[in-house]
């Protein structure tokens, strides 16, 4: 199983320089396990693209569709208090923002115990040197 950031994501969703690597890898068959709040962050970002007119409504309609999907077979990470305690250690650990650091502590949450080549996707360049720190082997390779 891999944990998949929310911006990892999207490029499932809509085409685009990180679609290709994106998709092999979900097409390597594993599970995907994601944070309870990625669905909420990948329409931000689809609604975001087409404010700024790089997909067209009707494209944001058939990335939702494919978000759907993905969504009915992944794994949520749900919140919790241990969620936001380990966050919150994350914060003072790494250069994170909340929204990151929730979602690498629902990785380490989702994890358990010590790393054991646990996968971490995710194309943002701050949360992969946290989730490289943690001991998550990083998606896809540099």
């Known amino acids: ?3 998949w950031d929310s911006k990892a994501i999207v490029p499932l969703c809509v085409d685009g320089p990180e679609a290709p690597p994106t998709r092999a890898l979900l097409r390597a068959g594993r599970s995907m396990a994601v944070w309870w709040a990625t669905r909420t ?3 931000s970002a689809l ?3 087409v ?3 790089s997909i067209a409504p009707r494209g944001e309609a058939q990335a939702r569709a494919i978000l759907t999907a993905l969504g009915q077979a992944w794994s949520e990470v ?3 208090e241990a969620v936001r305690t380990l966050a919150e250690r994350l914060l003072a650990a790494h250069e994170l923002r909340a929204a990151d650091a ?3 502590a629902a990785a380490v949450q989702w994890r358990g115990g010590p790393p054991t080549g646990a996968q ?3 194309f943002d360049g701050r949360l992969r040197g946290a989730a490289y720190a943690e001991g998550f082997a990083l998606l896809p390779a540099d």
């Open 47 to 49: 609604a975001r693209q």
């Open 78 to 80: 749900q919140p919790s």
């Open 51 to 53: 404010r700024e007119g």
């Open 41 to 43: 962050e990948c329409v």
């Open 102 to 104: 929730l979602q690498l």
């Open 120 to 122: 971490f996707v995710s």
């Open 1 to 3: 199983m891999r944990f």
